[in-house]
């Protein structure tokens, strides 16, 4: 009698969703290393590190974002650096992606439901060539990462030997390429990531590269390796990305000269003002490195970074935020609004009603997410709101800079951190989705009413 209910419960139970699977997939891989880090080999001084210590981590790592409550070389064996590595990897290039190209090696028929998983994944706009976008993806991350991890190793090896500094140029090149802010810096200082380097024109070159390159989206790169120079031939994605990305770097390494020439800035040399402008603008953007303290910013450069911080990358790629393209639609929508024009243009074509409503609705959704954990974690701890801000703008956009506060929140405070991460890194209109996508609505419209807006 037991055995035929379960039958029936599972005859009729509903399969899942691509973007609940997504949201699932990213649960298993964040609870599976929280439990690798519990152990007590992957602590330096053979003790666990405690659950939810490993759980912060596992998250951070994972959703590719970089605040930590423990300083990663300080506290973490090999295995444990090692763990958060593969983590940092599969979250950032998405583990769909990596699923696809184990069943290419292995030789697997790729169906059609899971050409839609890694269409969904990736953002993609259609479904038809993902199987040889999974191959490029795969082949251009490899590249990158490899030619990255060799340029930092020429930093890295006459600085702590041949082993150490190959790890190193690995670890960090990673790291940079998936946005994730992870670094093995505390062996100089604990929490110092970048400092030592602010004028080191090598290692900010090839971290800002990597961290670009990683976060202008996959399709971005196909399009761009299709076409080559022929920029009339691109996607109106690619054009708009590429577009939004330059103007918020140079825009924002201005804006952040301006703000911390007196502050951050003052003393340095000319070479060091340039790069660490350019690096407080290109990290902002979900990177998580920081080569100036953090914590004495400006109210100016916070609020900048902030800001940039909440926009953050582009769509399907290894970088957070509500999206570079979300930004550019909301305000072709404010413009065209103002201009009183028929519909939102760009680069001489309409954009569709869809994505405006979807643009509208991530940005007020990560805007209300971050702000309702705000006035949480400030309602149970007595902390500076600028501080208690930055924080929760790094968590939601998979970010990782932080003035320091990170390692003194209860725990209350690090499980919202932890579901901010989580929800940064899946998409928070994805999550959302996950429970109300499958509801049916009735194709009855209710009748209109007027009301007075602004």
């Given amino acids: 009698m037991e055995e035929d209910g379960i039958r029936r419960l599972l005859k009729h139970r509903k399969p899942m969703s691509q973007t609940q699977f997504i949201a699932f997939g990213f649960f298993v891989l964040i609870l ?31 959703c590719v974002t970089g605040l930590v409550v423990v300083d990663t070389w300080s506290q973490w064996t090999l295995f444990g650096q090692l763990v958060i590595l593969v983590m940092i990897q599969i979250g950032g290039l998405g583990f769909i992606t990596v699923g696809i190209f184990v069943s290419i090696i292995l030789r697997r028929r790729i169906g059609l439901k899971q050409r ?36 930092l ?5 006459p600085q702590y030997g041949p082993l150490k500094g190959i790890f190193y140029g690995i670890f960090h090149s990673i790291s940079a390429f998936c946005n994730a ?51 009339k031939k691109y996607l109106l994605q690619t054009k708009v990305v590429l577009l939004a990305t330059a103007v918020l770097v140079f825009g924002g390494a201005f804006l ?12 340095m040399s000319v070479s060091g003002k340039i790069l660490s402008s350019l690096f407080g603008s290109v990290t902002a953007r979900t990177a998580g490195f920081n080569t100036t303290d953090v914590a004495a910013m400006s109210d100016g450069g916070k609020l900048l970074t902030m800001i940039l911080m ?28 103002i201009k009183r024009t028929y519909g939102v243009n760009v680069f001489g074509r309409r954009l569709e009603d869809d994505a405006i409503k979807r643009a509208s609705t991530i940005f007020t959704i990560n805007l209300f997410l971050a702000l309702s954990a705000s006035l949480v974690i400030m309602g149970v701890q007595a902390m500076p709101m600028a501080d208690v801000m930055f924080e929760t703008f790094s968590a939601i956009g998979t970010v990782g800079m932080t003035t320091g506060i990170t390692r ?9 951190i932890i579901i901010l991460m989580y929800c ?9 989705l996950a429970f109300t996508q499958q509801k049916k609505i009735a194709h009855v419209q209710q009748p209109v009413e007027r009301i007075t807006v602004g």
């Fill in 116 to 151: 839609g998983l890694m269409q969904e994944s990736m953002s993609a706009l259609k479904i038809g060539g993902i199987v040889k976008l999974a191959k490029k993806i795969i082949l251009g991350t490899f590249i990158l990462e490899v030619t990255g991890a060799v340029l």
């Fill in 424 to 432: 940064g890194r899946i998409g928070s209109l994805s999550f959302a």
């Fill in 32 to 62: 599976s290393g929280a439990l690798l880090l519990t152990l007590p080999f992957a602590s330096r001084d053979g003790e666990s590190v405690g659950f939810l210590n490993a759980l912060f981590t596992a998250t951070s790592a994972s």
């Fill in 181 to 231: 802010g992870f670094d093995l810096m505390g062996n100089q200082e604990p929490y110092s990531s970048f400092v030592a380097y602010y004028d080191d024109w090598l290692v900010n070159l090839v971290i800002m590269t990597l961290i670009i390159v990683g976060g202008i989206g996959f399709i971005v790169w196909d399009d761009v390796s299709t076409h080559k120079w022929k920029v």
């Fill in 153 to 157: 190793a020429f930093r890295f090896v």
């Fill in 310 to 337: 909440f926009i953050g990358g582009s769509p399907g790629s290894t970088a957070g935020g509500v999206k570079t393209t979300t930004i550019v639609v909301l305000l072709l929508y404010v413009v065209s609004n």
């Fill in 408 to 416: 003194d929140l209860i725990p209350l405070s690090r499980v919202i």
């Fill in 256 to 267: 952040f000269y301006l703000f911390e020439k007196d502050n951050l800035l003052a003393g």
